[in-house]
């Protein structure tokens, strides 16, 4: 069974400061994808960033961007400049890729983050 | 493009009743996904439909059913309420069918409360 774990259930960060949040899976499956989703107090779930396994390539988008560590089945989520926008629930997630899949996205916990002005 | 939509938007059950969850795909998906996210924990995946059947399901009882239809919008059933059902229900759509393994967009979710 795949399963996704953050073990950072609050962080706070100043603005425009850089903050690492921590994830790890453990799957057997070679082949999938790994999602960061930010989900603000108005709770509509937003794609932050996206990783296919098979790429070795950490993703970047703006000021996200991951430090994606398949051997040792880790993802971390780096925001740099942070925003007070950024202030929300992170969560991240898993889906298998292949014939296997069945469209399951698997959450871990999440992680709130706090903004400081 | 308009993006997923949810209806309603808060619903208040009595324990025994039954509910009926709506939700419009984003424009060019044809695939859509219902999650339960209970307060403070990260959502649970119930199943996915895709050309109007039952891809994949999760680790929920027969009580929870759903329906697409042909215009991609999704209805997420849920029958003889129990206090634990609830929770916010979101609903995500993905533009690749059938493999599924593209990105799952969500829309804002319906909170429905059991008394």
């Known amino acids: 069974a795949q399963t996704v774990t953050q073990s950072q259930p609050e962080m706070s960060v100043q603005e425009a400061e850089t903050v690492t949040l921590s994830c790890t899976y453990d799957?057997?499956?070679?082949?999938?994808?790994l999602f960061w989703y930010k989900q603000p107090p108005s709770r509509q779930m937003i794609l932050v960033i996206r990783?296919?396994?098979?790429?070795?390539q950490n993703a970047t988008e703006n000021r996200f961007s991951v430090n994606f560590q398949k051997a040792a089945k880790s993802f971390s989520l780096k925001i740099s400049d942070s925003q007070l926008g950024d202030t929300a629930m992170y969560f991240c997630?898993?889906?298998?890729?292949?014939?296997?899949?069945?469209?399951?996205?698997?959450f871990g916990q999440g992680t709130t983050l706090q903004v400081k002005p | 493009e308009t993006g997923v939509t949810q209806s309603p938007t808060h619903l208040i059950k009595t324990r025994g009743q039954q509910v009926t969850l709506r939700c419009s795909s984003q424009?060019?998906?044809?695939?859509v996904s219902w999650y339960q996210q209970a307060l403070g924990q990260g959502p649970q995946f119930i199943f996915q439909y895709y050309r109007e059947e039952e891809n994949g399901r999760g680790n929920f009882p027969p009580r929870f059913s759903g329906l697409q239809f042909p215009n991609y919008s999704s209805e997420l059933n849920v029958n003889a309420l129990e206090l634990d059902d609830s929770a916010l229900y979101l609903c995500?759509?993905?533009?690749?069918?059938?493999?599924?393994?593209?990105?799952?967009?969500f829309g804002p979710g319906t909170r429905l409360t059991v008394l």
């Open positions: 990783q296919e396994a098979y790429k070795q």
């Open positions: 799957t057997s499956e070679s082949n999938y994808y």
């Open positions: 424009s060019g998906h044809n695939t």
């Open positions: 997630a898993f889906m298998i890729h292949g014939s296997s899949n069945t469209g399951k996205l698997i």
């Open positions: 995500a759509s993905s533009p690749l069918g059938g493999v599924g393994t593209d990105t799952q967009y």
